[in-house]
């Protein structure tokens, strides 16, 4: 089959590769469909190159259809419409039984400390092949895919793997009371959607912040307000403030991460690790703190005295310097952390069956043949060609 790998720092290829086999008797092949380029993925196509293997496959946003289900798979059949959440979790341990699919104790990666796996990202979650791809590997096939009906475009439901649930998750772990208010950082996937869901879910005032004009127009166009951080700088505290009544909004969501711009010494940290040799880098993550935290300190800045902060951008840096002082004194709440994709899914399909009320349809601004896949990395990470949300095609 054909399937797009890494090959290193800003260098992805699609290959051929071997077809996925049945190797549990509960695993299931589906044939891709449609597979999403995420903005994490350019934390691989960037910074983690040393967690990951020339010819490891990416992508944790695909759907499909079924191909084979192993001898205890009773749930699905061949010919089934499915979409695969990027944890890897069992459904049945403590972590995922308790809402925490992301935590899961069946596939956590305890060589290195961390919570479950994730289809397509690095030594840290597992190094399960990924999606974007022809054909994928789905363990856990009774209780882990998501069953979606046969008729609207992949564009309905292929969001159900990623985008949807972490920005419903970064919603709901802002805890925007009623009528109130949140500032969103970073209009990419997650915080485009992210903005739109805390407007359908009531929020009175959503303001919406980036530096790249295509998406400060799209978010804008559906309520939000816009400030571009090309005006206003490290004023954006400043800017939230003149529009709550000198508070601060009552959440924050940084959907940046350490994707964040504003720190030359933290960005050449992040070029310096990617072409370190792999176990020099892999250190140098695990005892400095690399990231770029603008965002973060924005959010810290912009948020109102016992609001809530709600990072759905990853981070990197183990060791990174937080201004402890100031997040006691504002009695700031934080809540963070990879999405449960399936805690989330009852919430999220019937926003999707019939009516559109999130605009999923028309969410994706390009739609590529896998083939095209590095072209697309390289355009979504140089923010080009009004680039926001890709979805390639095997």
């Known amino acids: 089959m054909r399937a797009l790998t890494y090959q290193g720092k800003r260098d992805v290829k699609v290959e051929t590769v071997p077809d996925p086999k049945i190797q549990d008797p509960t695993d299931i092949i589906v044939k891709i469909t449609s597979t999403g380029i995420c903005g994490s993925d350019l934390h691989l196509y960037e910074v983690l190159g040393p967690y990951l293997d020339p010819g490891d496959i990416l992508g944790h946003e695909p759907m499909g259809v079924v191909e084979e289900v192993g001898p205890e798979v009773t749930s699905l059949a061949p010919g ?18 308790s809402g925490l ?13 961390t919570g479950a796996s994730l289809f397509g990202y690095t030594k840290l979650y597992g190094q399960v092949p990924g999606g ?68 359908h879910r009531g929020a009175g005032l959503v303001v919406g912040v980036d530096l790249v004009p295509e998406r400060l127009d799209r978010v804008s166009s559906y309520g939000a307000t816009c400030l571009d951080v090309r005006r206003y700088g490290k004023n954006i505290g400043d800017a939230v403030r003149d529009l709550t009544q000198g508070r601060g909004t009552d959440a924050v969501i ?16 992040h070029t310096a690790v990617g072409f370190l040799p792999d176990a020099i880098g892999q250190r140098l993550m695990e005892n400095a703190g690399i990231d770029r935290l603008s965002a973060l300190h924005a959010a810290i800045d912009a948020v109102r005295r016992g609001g809530t ?48 009320p999130l605009g999923v349809d028309t969410f994706a601004t390009h739609h590529l043949p896998l083939e095209e896949g590095p072209q697309a990395y390289e355009t979504f990470q140089k923010k080009a060609d009004g680039m926001i949300k890709t979805l390639l095609v095997p």
């Not at 089934?80 to 039984?97: A, G, K, L, T």
């Open 80 to 97: 089934d419409r499915v979409v695969i959440p990027f944890n890897v979790s069992c459904s049945h341990c403590y972590m995922c039984e």
């Open 101 to 113: 699919y992301s935590q899961c104790e069946t596939t956590q990666v305890r060589e290195h400390g």
């Open 132 to 199: 974007q791809a022809e054909y994928m590997r789905v363990p856990f096939g009774n209780d882990l895919p998501i069953k979606v009906p046969h008729g609207p475009s992949d564009d309905r439901f292929v969001y159900l793997s990623d985008v949807l649930p972490t920005a419903w998750q970064a919603v709901e772990y802002a805890a925007i009371p009623p009528g109130g208010s949140v500032t969103v950082l970073g209009l990419g996937p997650i915080g485009a959607m992210a903005a739109r869901i805390a407007l």
């Open 254 to 269: 940084d959907a940046v991460g350490m994707e964040a711009h504003g720190s030359p010494i933290a960005k050449a940290a």
């Open 309 to 356: 902060i709600s990072i759905s951008g990853v981070y990197g840096g183990s060791a990174d310097p937080m201004p402890m002082l100031t997040l006691f004194d504002k009695q700031i709440q934080l809540r963070m952390g990879q999405a449960n994709v399936r805690h989330w899914v009852d919430d999220l399909l019937p926003l999707l069956v019939d009516d559109d």
